[in-house]
C-alpha cells in the first residue's frame, strides 16, 4: 500500500526533502576530493620514472597534503560560519582543482611536495565544513544515519577511482606530448571546478534561505534543532578541558595512519605483490574499497543494533593491525596478499566507520562542532605521519615489511587504546542521558 504524502509527519516529510536534496550531491563533491587526494598513489607507478622520484620524497608528498589541510580546517570552518556554505564550498571546490591540474606540470619533487601541500590548504574545511553543514539541517535523530551515508563516499572513491585513474594513464599516455600520469591529474581536476560552481549556484546555507522548502517545512527542521541548542553550547564549551577528548583524538590517529597508509601506498603495495600491467593494479585496487563499503555497512549496521560502538570500532582496528602484519610473510603469493590487504583495508574502513559515533554519543549532542573538530584535527596529523614515515622506510631498507609492522603496531594501540577509554566513555553517555531526562 502505498503511503499518502499528508499522511507522513511534517518532521520527516521536510527532513526527507532536504537529504535528497543536498547529501547527493555534497556526497559526490567529496567522493572527488578523496579521489584527488589519494590518486596520487596511482601516478607513483609512472611518476617515479619519469621525475627521478625516490620513496622518501613520494611519502612525504603524500603526507604533506596534511600539513597544509590541518591548519586551516577550523579558519574555514569559522569563515562558512560567516559567508556560509555556498560560497565556501565554492571557493574549496574551485581552488583545489585548480591546483590539481596545475599538479600536471610538476618537474620533481619540490614541486609537487608544493602542490600538495597548496591542495592541503585549499581542500581544508571541505569534510568539518560538511559536517557543520549538514547539523544545521540534521538533528541528533538523524545525523548518525547521515553521516553513515556520508562516510561512505570516500570508500566509493577508491572504488572509482582506482580504475579511472590507471585507465586515464594507460590510454591518455602520450596524447598531445603528456604522459599518463599528466592527465590524470588534468581530467580528474576539472569536476571539482565545476561542482564549485554548481555549489556557489545551488545550495542554501541554512533552512530558512531554502525556497525549496514550504514555511511549515523550515519550521519544522528549525525547532528540531532548537531542541538541543543548549546542551551543545555546554558540550563546546568544556570539549577543550576533557582529556577524554585528546585520548579519543590519539585513537583516531592511529586509525587515520592506517587508512591513510592504505590509500597512498596501496598501488605500490599491490603492484608489488605482482598485479601485472598499470591497468590490472586499478582494477585489483577498487576490490579493497569494495570490501570497504561492505564492512563499513555491516559494522555500523551491528554497531546500532547492539547499542555498542567502541568494540566495533576497536576489534575491527585490532584486526586490521594483524591482517597488515601476515602481508609481510604473504609474498610469493599474489592471491593471498589481496585477501589480506582487502580485509586489512575493511577493517580499518569499517573501524573508521564505527568511531565516529564514538566522540558524537559521548558529546550527546550532535551538534558539539568544538570537540569534533579537535579530534579530527589532531587525527589527521596521522595522514601525514604515517605516508612520509613509510616512506622513509623504504628508501632506507628498500622494502614494505618494517613499515607494514610499525604501522600495524600503532594500529593495534589504537585499538587497546579505545578499549581503554570503554568504561569511562559509557559512565558519560549515562551521566548525559540522566541530565538530559530531568532536563526534559
Known amino acids: 500500500m502505498v503511503t499518502n504524502q499528508q499522511e507522513i509527519p511534517i518532521d520527516d516529510r521536510a ?5 535528497y536534496r543536498i547529501v547527493p550531491f555534497l556526497f559526490v563533491c567529496y567522493v572527488f576530493a578523496y579521489m584527488d587526494r589519494i590518486n596520487i598513489g596511482f601516478a607513483k607507478l609512472q611518476m617515479s620514472q ?23 580546517e577550523v579558519p574555514s570552518n569559522l569563515l562558512l560560519a560567516r559567508i556560509g556554505a555556498r560560497r ?3 571557493r574549496i571546490l574551485v581552488l583545489w582543482g585548480l591546483v590539481t591540474i596545475a599538479t600536471s606540470v610538476i618537474q620533481g619533487a619540490v614541486t609537487l611536495q608544493t602542490m600538495r601541500f597548496l591542495l592541503g590548504i585549499f581542500e581544508a574545511g571541505l569534510a568539518p565544513g560538511i559536517l557543520l553543514y549538514l547539523t544545521l539541517w540534521f538533528g541528533p535523530k538523524r545525523i548518525g544515519r547521515v553521516l553513515a551515508v556520508f562516510m561512505s563516499s570516500a570508500a566509493l572513491a577508491g572504488i572509482v577511482g582506482s580504475p579511472l585513474s590507471t585507465f586515464i594513464m594507460v590510454h591518455m599516455d602520450g596524447t598531445a606530448g603528456l604522459l599518463g600520469w599528466q592527465w590524470m591529474f588534468i581530467i580528474e581536476g576539472v569536476p571539482p571546478v565545476l561542482l564549485g560552481l554548481v555549489a556557489y549556484a545551488t545550495l542554501s546555507d541554512r533552512p530558512n534561505d531554502a525556497h525549496w522548502l ?11 534543532l532548537d531542541s538541543v541548542k543548549n546542551s551543545a553550547d555546554r558540550t563546546t564549551e568544556n570539549a577543550f578541558r576533557d582529556p577524554i577528548v585528546y585520548a579519543m583524538s590519539l585513537c583516531y590517529f592511529g586509525i587515520i595512519c592506517g587508512l591513510y597508509a592504505i590509500a597512498f601506498w596501496l598501488p605500490t603495495v599491490i603492484s608489488n605483490a605482482g598485479a601485472g600491467a598499470l591497468q590490472n593494479v586499478g582494477w585489483y585496487g577498487a576490490i579493497p574499497y569494495l570490501v570497504a563499503v561492505v564492512f563499513m555497512y555491516g559494522l555500523g549496521r551491528l554497531s546500532d543494533a547492539r547499542g555498542e560502538r567502541i568494540r566495533y570500532s576497536a576489534f575491527p582496528a585490532a584486526l586490521a593491525a594483524i591482517l597488515l602484519a601476515m602481508t609481510v610473510w604473504s609474498h610469493g603469493s599474489f592471491a593471498w596478499s589481496m585477501v589480506l590487504i582487502s580485509l586489512a583495508t575493511g577493517c580499518i574502513y569499517g573501524a573508521y566507520g564505527v568511531f565516529w559515533t564514538i566522540p558524537s554519543e559521548y558529546f550527546h549532542s550532535k ?3 568544538g570537540g569534533l573538530a579537535l579530534i579530527n584535527t589532531i587525527g589527521l596529523l596521522g595522514g601525514f605521519a604515517s605516508p612520509a614515515c613509510i616512506g622513509w622506510i623504504k628508501s632506507v631498507t628498500h622494502s614494505l615489511n618494517y613499515a607494514l609492522l610499525l604501522l600495524a603496531g600503532v594500529i593495534l594501540l589504537s585499538a587497546f587504546g579505545l578499549l581503554a577509554l570503554r568504561s569511562r566513555v559509557q559512565k558519560r553517555e549515562t551521566s548525559c542521558l540522566t541530565v538530559a531526562r530531568l532536563e526534559g
Open 214 to 224: 514550504t514555511k511549515e517545512e523550515k519550521i519544522a527542521i528549525i525547532e528540531s
Open 88 to 90: 565556501t564550498f565554492g
Open 15 to 19: 527532513h526527507r526533502k532536504v537529504f
Open 367 to 369: 551538534t558539539a562542532p
Open 50 to 72: 619519469t621525475l627521478g622520484l625516490s620513496d622518501a620524497a613520494f611519502g612525504l608528498a603524500a603526507g604533506i597534503f596534511f600539513l597544509g589541510y590541518v591548519p586551516f
